[in-house]
């Protein structure tokens, strides 16, 4: 952090390589440092009862404040103006077989390119490795919207320009181990509550004879691109029951876009998805897809969902299925991937045997816990607790329903008619991470270590260790952030693994 007093100043930095302490030929170099300037945008709070922060929001009801985010790693200086302050995110990839032991790096930091201050880093490599991005059992599932991108860079839906924008806006969600490519099946499957509109990534067309035919080409271009980047464990795609009931498609007899208004239970609805899931079913098949493919709903009623699960049984019944919303114990064994809300809990027993079907067990927030949450008003820390949470209470992974459902201005408000500042997206357009990515990203590598350490000291018969761990991740009780907090809670949790990665070392 630097600061400024007086006069406008040109303030940049250098990161320098970092050496051993024993060994000076011993680097990681700086081609190895992620580094950027931390950018402010406006934020707002919570509602005013505390409770959450859910409902539409006149921005002159809340009060607001500017919020360190984004990181801005494509600026190489900046002017730094009198009475200010700015920071530096500094992140380190220690490249796999680099010696552990001590190392040393500075900050050189310059103001009108001369250096006023020298800072040291002090890193500590384990004798560890972690697996690679891809090797990742985390189940991270950040809902994407390829429509936001192309309003931002003004870019003709599925042009050439706008998958370029695609690839590069998301290759921080393949970093971060995403597994889930999020696709929308239907036009509008979430009654315009975001700033742009979900398309149809699918064209379904009623022709004269009234058969349905169904044209796939933006789908596929869609999911060949994330796949590209290294996206590829699942396909979810919204929505057989979406927020509205209606389904738009193009009639052969008019020549215009008609939507039908129908609902699971209706004759139309079941001739409607009847047609389309199977022929979805087959394209899928011959794309090699099919066997990762789920069909997706977000926080439906039971009764709709056994409806609608009866026509995907009667259409093909190996289609897969995913739910993210209420626990219903009748619906268990139909979801091959399930995520409920933070205040819904699995049983022991229903967690085992899913896993051992090989089912995929989740967990999300929304907008209605006040905490922990991903809100740019919320304690980055939140961002990081997520998976410590899930290696405590065994789940697979986590899920938040907005990576980039960009608002107006997302680099300067990330305030939303709806819902709390932050609460749509967690990247910001360039391909810039935020603090709260950074952190939720460390979470997860925190999870991976400790199945590492766990699966380790399960080998080596070494109980003590396991039950040290798991009295660690005790203290992630959502119910005590108040008066924990969770960067106190973290830092704790994360004393006990770094010892005992530690300890595993001399075990060896």
Known sequence: MVSNKTGTNTLSYIVGDFINQQDENLRITSENVFSGFVRYVMTDELNK????????????????????????????????????????????????????????????VKLNDAVVETL????????????????????????????????????EPWSEA????????HKLYADAGGKVITASIIYDPW??????????????????????????????????LMMSLGVNKQINCYSMIPWKLSFRYFDEVSGSYKDALTKPGDALYEEMWTAMLKSFAAHLKVKGWFEITHISMDE??????????AIIRKAD????????????NELIADLNDYCVALRYKYTDLQIAQRRAEGKVTTFYTSCEEARPNTFTFSQPAECEWFAWYAAKANLDGYLRWALNCWVKNPLTDSRFRSWGAGDTYLIYPGARTSIRYERM???????????????????????????????????FDETKLTQTPAAAVIATARNVINTLSEAEISEK
């Open 441 to 475: 990203t460390e979470g997860i590598q925190q999870f991976e270590k400790i199945r590492i350490l766990k699966e380790f000291f399960t080998r080596a018969g070494n109980q003590v260790a396991i039950t040290q761990i798991n009295n660690a991740l005790a203290a």
């Open 120 to 155: 040291q880093i002090n890193l500590k490599v384990q004798n560890r490795t972690l697996s690679a991005v891809s090797d990742w059992k985390f189940h991270l599932d950040l809902w994407q919207n390829p429509y936001s991108i192309a309003r931002y860079y003004g870019a």
């Open 300 to 309: 439906r009623a039971m009764d709709v969902m056994l409806k609608a699960i």
């Open 49 to 108: 009862d505390g409770g959450g922060a859910c409902g539409y929001r006149n921005a002159a009801d809340f009060d607001y404040s500017l919020s360190a985010d984004p990181i801005d790693h494509h600026a190489k200086q900046l002017d730094l103006t009198p009475m200010t302050s700015q920071g530096v995110w500094v992140r380190v990839a220690v490249p796999a077989g680099t010696t552990a032991g001590n190392y040393t790096s500075t900050i050189s």
């Open 317 to 328: 019944p190996d289609f897969k299925i995913s739910l993210a919303g209420s626990l219903h």
């Open 162 to 169: 706008h998958m370029e924008a695609l690839r590069n806006e």
């Open 191 to 224: 009654n315009s509550q975001t700033e742009d509109v979900y398309g149809t990534m699918i064209e379904w067309k009623k022709k004269k004879d009234g058969s349905w035919s169904f044209d796939y080409t933006i789908f596929d271009k869609w999911v060949e």
